[in-house]
């Protein structure tokens, strides 16, 4: 089956696609968020730029000009939520930089504090721990988005850090009885400073095998969104040099871990209001 898609199209109304999907290099690549399975030949679906010889087509007749050019570097998650609000206003080239695999863990029921530092240490660490490990202990969170997971699990926050930096959280740590920080394998190690807290590694960040169908060797970017260290370093050793930051105008951090790692890179990067992608959405707008 041959597919043809105007590259204009919002991504909210393109479908998401389960079968194999070859892409056409006349495709933009944000439509590839939603490619279940992607491969370089012998796909069940051909994904085409243009309209000649196909059997369906997705065709979107307003033109979208003078939009910027936005390298946006994230979990496919978060590509797919953020591009579909806003790429009828930003022309938004994603790279799927990041995917996350659990790790082996266990843990024991000596804590007063549970402290999650992502939504994805949530997830993990509720795939093997049930509620009842919560019992008589207080909960906390960096952030607005994990304290919004675990309120899904049906919990309610004793403290989150109004700024969303581990920092503003360790300091209100530092003198609390029996500390668990449930976070990835690579954390903010300003934790290990303190002898009450006891950090549990529960994920991991890497690279998906995917991220090779993002490259853009000749567009010039207006911005560069990344948020985590991993989404700008993911890139490079996926593709063996730093030539992408080169083209980016002005890059945004979604805040000062990932600021700091990005300048000892040699790349001047700024940061939002508050350390969240709708914020650097607002920002850049």
């Known amino acids: 089956m041959r597919i043809g898609v105007s590259n ?3 991504l909210k109304y393109f479908p998401y696609l389960e079968d194999s999907v070859r892409a056409l290099k006349n495709v933009h690549r944000k439509f590839l968020l939603k490619c279940k399975t992607l ?6 679906i051909v994904l085409s730029g243009g309209f000649s010889g196909v059997d369906i087509s997705f065709q979107f007749d307003k033109r979208l000009k003078n ?3 936005i390298l946006f570097s994230a979990n496919r998650e978060d590509l797919i939520g953020y591009i579909s609000m806003y790429d009828s206003e930003l022309d938004i080239y994603p790279v799927d930089s990041l995917d996350f695999r659990g790790i082996d863990f266990v843990v024991d029921d ?7 530092v992502s939504k994805r240490a949530v997830d993990f660490f509720f795939n093997k721990v049930n509620s009842r490990f919560f019992c008589s202990k207080r909960i906390a969170a960096v952030g607005s988005k994990t304290a919004q997971r675990l309120s899904e699990y049906g919990f309610k926050m004793d403290y989150v850090p109004e700024d969303f930096y581990a920092d503003s959280l360790i ?3 530092k003198d609390k009885e029996r500390v668990l920080v449930v976070a990835p394998v690579k954390y903010n190690k300003a934790f290990d400073e303190l002898k009450n807290i006891k950090v549990l590694p529960v994920y991991e960040n890497i690279i998906p095998a995917t991220i090779s169908y993002y490259k853009y060797e000749n567009v010039e970017f207006d911005f560069g969104l990344f ?3 991993s989404a700008f370093w993911h890139i490079k050793e996926a593709f063996g040099s730093f030539d992408f930051a080169k083209r980016i105008k002005k890059i945004v951090a979604i805040g000062k871990t990932t600021k700091n790692y990005i300048e000892s890179c040699g790349f001047e990067a700024h940061i939002p209001q508050q350390a969240t992608i709708a914020d650097m ?3 850049i707008k």
């Open 8 to 10: 204009n199209l919002p």
């Open 39 to 44: 491969q370089r030949k012998d796909a069940n």
């Open 67 to 69: 939009r910027p050019k």
């Open 110 to 116: 000596n804590y007063c504090w549970v402290v999650f």
């Open 171 to 173: 300091e209100f740590l």
């Open 227 to 229: 948020t985590s260290p």
């Open 281 to 283: 959405f607002k920002y």
